[in-house]
Nanobody, 123 residues
């Protein structure tokens, strides 16, 4: 069992930056690929990016490539999402997830989810 808790969301102006954190419980964190998803009002939840269990591989959605960066610290059981050059269309609830399949970028139902953190980008 893995429990995930996101933090770091908030309100930022377009062009600004935010860093989200996702703290995981359990001693098996380092075995999981970790990912970030987001859901805007009235839209389906979408994949943002993922990082492999070792941190050696990262994948991103085209919409965030070059602006967002995922990292992890296995000693702290934490994964991060650095978001730069934010746009109003990045406004959404951001969710952290854990599942080995996430690294494919095609998984929509990871085994574990966090509760989400709101990111709002004003124009």
């Amino acid at each position: 069992q893995v429990q995930l808790v996101e933090s770091g969301g908030g309100l930022v102006q377009a062009g600004g930056s935010l860093r989200l954190s996702c703290a995981a419980s359990g001693r098996t964190f380092s075995r999981y690929a970790m990912g970030w998803f987001r859901q805007a009002p009235g839209k389906e939840r979408e994949f943002v990016g993922a990082i492999s269990s070792s941190g050696a591989t990262r994948v991103y959605a085209d919409s965030v490539k070059g602006r967002f960066s995922i990292s992890r610290d296995n000693a702290k059981n934490t994964v991060y999402l650095q978001m730069d050059s934010l746009k109003p269309e990045d406004t959404a609830v951001y969710y952290c997830a854990a599942d080995q399949r996430i690294i494919t970028g095609r998984t929509k139902d990871p085994d574990y989810w966090g509760q989400g953190t709101q990111v709002t980008v004003s124009s």
